[in-house]
């Protein structure tokens, strides 16, 4: 496993604690179709949740947030669309969510910060 693997899954691990704090519900952990990969699945009062978690380690050229293309978003959607088509969740409402992570050297959370339904101004095509 490569360490920016580990970087990856352990930014997800803190984000899944996190969210379970927060009243949320993990339904899934890299949720994996033909179109890509899901970080997490989860749900709050009824809405299912799409998180990608964008993690780095400290010190980083630029914030994780800021990875996040167009191109992206509109995968993130996409994916997020067929898994509702799939899903018995399907009449409920979404959202995709992204959380940044920042991890001091040692591996600790020095920053995670939440973005909520984050790729809502990116127009589908």
């Not at 970080?39 to 914030?63: I, N, S, W, Y």
């Not at 800021?66 to 409402?93: N, V, W």
């Not at 940044?100 to 591996?107: C, P, Q, T």
Request: aromatic share 6%; hydrophobic share 40%.
């Amino acid at each position: 496993m490569s360490a920016r693997h580990d970087v990856g899954r352990r930014g997800e691990q803190l984000v899944a604690e996190q969210l379970t704090k927060a009243g949320y519900k993990v339904l899934e952990r890299n949720y994996r179709c033909a179109l890509g990969e899901l970080d997490l699945v989860a749900e709050k009062e009824g809405e299912v949740v799409f998180v990608e978690v964008r993690t780095k380690r400290q010190p980083c050229m630029f914030r994780p947030e800021e990875s996040i293309t167009r191109e992206k978003a509109l995968r993130l959607a996409r994916l997020a669309e067929y898994y509702m088509a799939r899903t018995d969740r399907g009449d409920c409402p979404w959202r995709i969510d992204v959380v940044a992570v920042e991890l001091a050297s040692d591996g600790s959370m020095a920053r995670l910060e939440h973005f909520t339904d984050a790729t809502s101004g990116v127009e589908m095509e």
